[in-house]
């Protein structure tokens, strides 16, 4: 089931969103010294209050018997856009549909609050989700090269 954050859960969703994003950092090379600002590494409770109380990002769970396995949050924007961030399943449930449910339900969401485009940001070098997303109805629109990533950050859109 697919509901809101509680504020409560605030940390069990910091402790999802780095378990999910750590096997990315892992697979790639990423470190807290080299990418101090990857998602794996720059979570934490006070960033994602913040979100929720300063910027009044939308935040969801994938929920099951209590227990989270899934997340994703909305960043609404003036333009009738918005920005997905932090996707995340749990490892040890991916490959289950929970992440194409949580899609689903940020495209439904983003439509219901006057968006016509999501904005989604990856990491470009991450081939197989840049296909999933592509498999999921967004568009690559082109890459940008920070200098403190070591890797290239893609950029994808979503008309809804």
Known sequence: MIREVKREEMPDCVSLIKKAFLTVADEFGFTE????????????????????????????????????????????????????????????????????QLLEHAYST????????????????????????EDNGAVHVGTHKFDFFPFTCGYMKKEL
């Open 33 to 100: 010294e080299n990418a101090p600002r990857f998602t794996a590494f720059a979570t934490n409770e006070e960033r994602l209050l913040w979100q929720m109380d300063g910027e009044h990002r939308l935040m969801y769970v994938y929920e099951d018997a209590g227990v989270l396995y899934g997340y994703y949050s909305l960043l609404i924007q003036d333009n009738k856009e918005c920005e997905l961030n932090n996707l995340a399943v749990l490892p040890e449930y991916r490959h289950k549909g929970i992440g194409k």
């Open 110 to 133: 983003a439509r219901e609050n006057g968006c016509k485009l999501m904005n989604i940001g990856i990491v470009e070098e991450n081939v197989k989700l840049k296909k999933w997303y």
